[in-house]
């Protein structure tokens, strides 16, 4: 059912759930907004030591709010293409702010014999050695007691926080107070932003928890534990960069070493409800090695670890790296311990360290201030990864009654929330027992969602409907306004087979330009429109607006399962081609393809018999 659901002009004021027809009306209203909530500004010390020296949080909030700003290292004015809606300043947590502070000559930490030496590093023009040294005090969980400054952190945690209660306009801009926790032991990322719903009172009862404190995520949940107990303050824990984790950030066993128990999956789901699955450095959905018979597993596939020195090295994907197959270890812990650990949704966001949050391939303003401008892109960034090695991307979206941080916060709580690659693709979600394509009017999707089913990242209700009948789901998306028209909708799904093994599967549910499947499963691919001359393309294919009802035809009543959907837009230009093009060089000097398929993936719905 192609374009047959008037889509979304319906679906920017849709429904909460509610009372079937009748009382639709009076239930509240979700739109959906557009944010990051993973920003570096100049108070990280990477981003510092990078040449991003004047992009302060302040900064961040004017780009992401549509002002135009000087970039910290070329100094050209730039500006967002679409401003945000929401954004989380989430500078890291270890030595925060303590480099500018060095450079600044606080006597705290620019007198000492570390601060002495950074000093020093910094007036030749060494940044990189003095990087090196802070990459391997994170890795190893040991601080520089010279550096380790809670006077100094206290009083950058007070800035950051005064920042973001200036900028947040409640309706129109929603800011968050919030800070990344980097444990990367031996450069295996586990990192972990960490935002709140509360303001200033509540965050300066505490200082920012490092890996410092613990690099083990279970001493990170009871931190949050006792705090929140302790401050009244909320707190969301969110995951990011797992496919660079060596395995370790969905592992099969807890930090000890000992097999996943109820406790930890509990624990897990109470602090982390979302995975941040897309980003700058890479797109953690899958990997071809994982997903083999997925043709669109190998999708800005990244794997270099955090790392310098005897840890400097490429990685191979592991199980415990990606998050389709994280989702399929849940299930299998699930059956055993009764709690899924890995229940999560599923969001996108930058992890830029330019203070900038860009994630348009036509805008894109580099990873490091470093890595800029086209011809600084040939430089290594991390050892063995340049600027054309990193993504432009990526963005979360959320379905939410207002612009607010209640608002915001709940929908990242009950997982209403999805990832993209840039694009703002609106994609809507639902799964229920009676969707069928003669009983959704045009102009009421998300009515119809929401009182016949249950929205992305719900849980299917087993009910005497179902009576063992196969699940359906209602799907659509339509094109960002100013970008690529799409290539189909497909739905992936997991599940565990009679022996419990996780098994997947991709269903292409809806294909644009009128295609259909082949006897076989094969599709035709959409095409390609991309000028490599100039780095332009044409929407002369694809399709503005995709949306169907689908039902598992594969469906058994007694596994375990989860589905989401992935939405894929036609080829467009990759940042890299942009690049080639302005430099006048081949796009294969880049080291990547010169175009890419942007993508949504929303939140998983579950079924549990």
Same mark, same amino acid.
């Given at each position: 059912?192609?374009?047959?659901?008037?889509?979304?002009?319906? &679906?920017?004021?849709?429904?909460?759930?509610?009372?079937?027809?009748?009382?639709?009306?009076?239930?509240?209203?979700?739109?959906?907004?557009?944010?990051?909530?993973?920003?570096?500004?100049?108070?990280?010390?990477?981003?510092?030591?990078?040449?991003?020296?004047?992009?302060? *949080?302040?900064?961040?909030?004017?780009?992401?709010?549509?002002?135009?700003?000087?970039?910290?290292?070329?100094? &050209?004015?730039?500006?967002?293409?679409?401003?945000?809606?929401?954004?989380?300043?989430?500078?890291?947590?270890?030595?925060?702010?303590?480099?500018?502070?060095?450079?600044?000559?606080?006597?705290?930490?620019?007198?000492?014999?570390?601060?002495?030496? +950074?000093?020093?590093?910094?007036?030749?023009?060494?940044?990189?050695?003095?990087?090196?040294?802070?990459?391997?005090?994170?890795?190893?969980?040991?601080?520089?007691?010279?550096?380790?400054?809670?006077?100094?952190?206290?009083?950058?945690?007070?800035?950051?926080?005064?920042?973001?209660?200036?900028?947040?306009?409640?309706?129109?801009?929603?800011?968050?107070?919030?800070?990344?926790?980097?444990?990367?032991?031996?450069?295996?990322?586990?990192?972990?932003?960490? +935002?709140?719903?509360?303001?200033?009172?509540?965050?300066?009862?505490?200082?920012?928890?490092?890996?410092?404190?613990?690099?083990?995520?279970?001493?990170?949940?009871?931190?949050?534990?006792?705090?929140?107990?302790?401050?009244?303050?909320?707190?969301?824990?969110?995951?990011?960069?797992?496919?660079?984790?060596?395995?370790?950030? +969905?592992?099969?066993?807890?930090?000890?070493?000992?097999?996943?128990?109820?406790?930890?999956?509990?624990?897990?789901?109470?602090?982390?409800? =979302?995975?941040?699955?897309?980003?700058?450095?890479?797109?953690?959905?899958?990997?071809?090695?994982?997903?083999?018979?997925?043709?669109?597993?190998?999708?800005?596939?990244?794997?270099?670890?955090?790392?310098?020195?005897?840890?400097?090295?490429?990685?191979?994907?592991?199980?415990?790296?990606?998050?389709?197959?994280?989702?399929?270890?849940?299930?299998?812990?699930?059956?055993?311990?009764?709690?899924?650990?890995?229940?999560?949704?599923?969001?996108?966001?930058?992890?830029?360290?330019?203070?900038?949050?860009?994630?348009?391939?036509?805008?894109?303003?580099?990873?490091?201030?470093?890595?800029?401008?086209?011809?600084?892109?040939?430089?290594?960034?991390?050892?063995?990864?340049?600027?054309?090695?990193?993504? &432009?991307?990526?963005?979360? &979206?959320?379905?939410?009654?207002?612009?607010?941080?209640?608002?915001?916060?709940?929908?990242?709580?009950?997982?209403?929330?999805?990832?993209?690659?840039?694009?703002?693709?609106?994609?809507?979600?639902?799964?229920?027992?009676?969707?069928?394509?003669?009983?959704?009017?045009?102009?009421?999707?998300?009515?119809?969602?929401?009182?016949?089913?249950?929205?992305?990242?719900?849980?299917? *209700?087993?009910?005497?409907?179902?009576?063992?009948?196969?699940?359906?789901?209602?799907?659509?998306?339509?094109?960002?306004?100013?970008?690529?028209?799409?290539?189909?909708?497909?739905?992936?799904?997991?599940?565990?087979?009679?022996?419990?093994?996780?098994?997947?599967?991709?269903?292409?549910?809806?294909?644009?330009?009128?295609?259909?499947?082949?006897?076989?499963?094969?599709?035709?691919?959409?095409?390609?429109?991309?000028?490599?001359?100039?780095?332009?393309?044409?929407?002369?294919?694809?399709?503005?607006?995709?949306?169907? =009802?689908?039902?598992?035809?594969?469906?058994? *009543?007694?596994?375990?399962?989860?589905?989401?959907?992935?939405?894929?837009?036609?080829?467009?230009?990759?940042?890299?081609?942009?690049?080639?093009?302005?430099?006048?060089?081949?796009?294969?000097?880049?080291?990547?393809?010169?175009?890419?398929?942007?993508?949504?993936?929303?939140?998983?719905?579950?079924?549990?018999?």
């Amino acid at each position: 059912m192609r374009k047959s659901i008037a889509l979304m002009a319906a &679906a920017a004021c849709v429904l909460l759930p509610g009372p079937r027809a009748g009382h639709a009306a009076d239930t509240p209203k979700r739109t959906v907004l557009w944010g990051d909530t993973h920003l570096h500004t100049s108070y990280s010390p990477d981003a510092f030591l990078m040449q991003n020296r004047t992009a302060t *949080p302040d900064t961040a909030y004017s780009y992401a709010r549509g002002l135009p700003v000087p970039h910290p290292f070329h100094k &050209a004015r730039i500006r967002i293409g679409t401003p945000l809606d929401f954004l989380v300043v989430s500078d890291h947590g270890e030595y925060m702010g303590v480099v500018p502070k060095i450079l600044e000559g606080d006597p705290l930490v620019a007198d000492t014999e570390t601060g002495r030496l +950074f000093r020093k590093l910094a007036a030749e023009g060494k940044e990189m050695e003095a990087f090196a040294i802070l990459i391997g005090h994170v890795n190893a969980a040991k601080p520089d007691p010279d550096l380790n400054s809670p006077e100094v952190n206290r009083t950058v945690w007070g800035e950051i926080m005064d920042a973001a209660e200036r900028h947040n306009d409640p309706g129109a801009f929603t800011t968050f107070l919030g800070w990344e926790w980097s444990s990367t032991p031996e450069g295996k990322n586990l990192h972990r932003v960490i +935002f709140m719903k509360e303001g200033k009172k509540e965050g300066e009862q505490f200082l920012p928890f490092t890996s410092f404190d613990t690099p083990k995520p279970e001493g990170l949940w009871k931190w949050l534990d006792e705090t929140s107990a302790r401050t009244g303050a909320s707190f969301i824990a969110i995951p990011h960069n797992s496919n660079i984790s060596g395995g370790l950030m +969905f592992p099969l066993k807890d930090s000890e070493g000992e097999p996943i128990t109820a406790e930890y999956a509990r624990s897990r789901m109470k602090w982390e409800p =979302v995975v941040e699955m897309t980003q700058i450095k890479g797109d953690s959905e899958t990997h071809p090695t994982l997903s083999p018979t997925d043709e669109f597993a190998d999708f800005e596939t990244y794997e270099h670890l955090i790392s310098v020195g005897e840890h400097a090295q490429d990685v191979t994907a592991d199980a415990g790296d990606y998050a389709r197959s994280a989702l399929k270890r849940g299930l299998e812990i699930e059956a055993r311990t009764g709690v899924n650990p890995y229940q999560f949704g599923m969001i996108g966001s930058t992890d830029s360290h330019t203070a900038m949050s860009s994630a348009e391939e036509n805008n894109f303003h580099g990873k490091m201030a470093l890595d800029s401008t086209p011809e600084t892109k040939a430089i290594d960034i991390i050892p063995g990864a340049n600027g054309w090695d990193m993504g &432009a991307a990526g963005m979360v &979206a959320v379905w939410a009654e207002e612009n607010t941080r209640a608002s915001i916060f709940e929908a990242f709580r009950r997982k209403e929330v999805y990832a993209t690659t840039g694009p703002r693709i609106r994609l809507r979600f639902f799964g229920g027992w009676d969707f069928a394509a003669e009983n959704v009017p045009a102009g009421e999707i998300s009515g119809e969602g929401y009182s016949r089913g249950v929205p992305m990242g719900a849980n299917l *209700p087993v009910t005497p409907k179902s009576k063992g009948a196969p699940p359906t789901f209602l799907v659509a998306a339509l094109k960002d306004p100013v970008e690529a028209n799409l290539d189909r909708i497909q739905i992936v799904k997991g599940w565990l087979d009679k022996d419990g093994r996780a098994r997947e599967k991709v269903y292409d549910v809806v294909l644009s330009d009128g295609r259909t499947a082949g006897a076989d499963g094969s599709v035709k691919p959409v095409g390609n429109t991309v000028n490599l001359k100039t780095a332009t393309y044409t929407n002369t294919i694809g399709d503005t607006e995709l949306s169907t =009802v689908w039902s598992d035809p594969d469906f058994d *009543p007694a596994a375990r399962a989860f589905y989401y959907a992935r939405v894929l837009q036609i080829p467009t230009p990759r940042h890299s081609l942009f690049d080639a093009v302005a430099l006048g060089i081949d796009p294969q000097a880049t080291g990547h393809p010169a175009t890419i398929q942007e993508r949504a993936y929303s939140s998983p719905i579950w079924f549990t018999p």
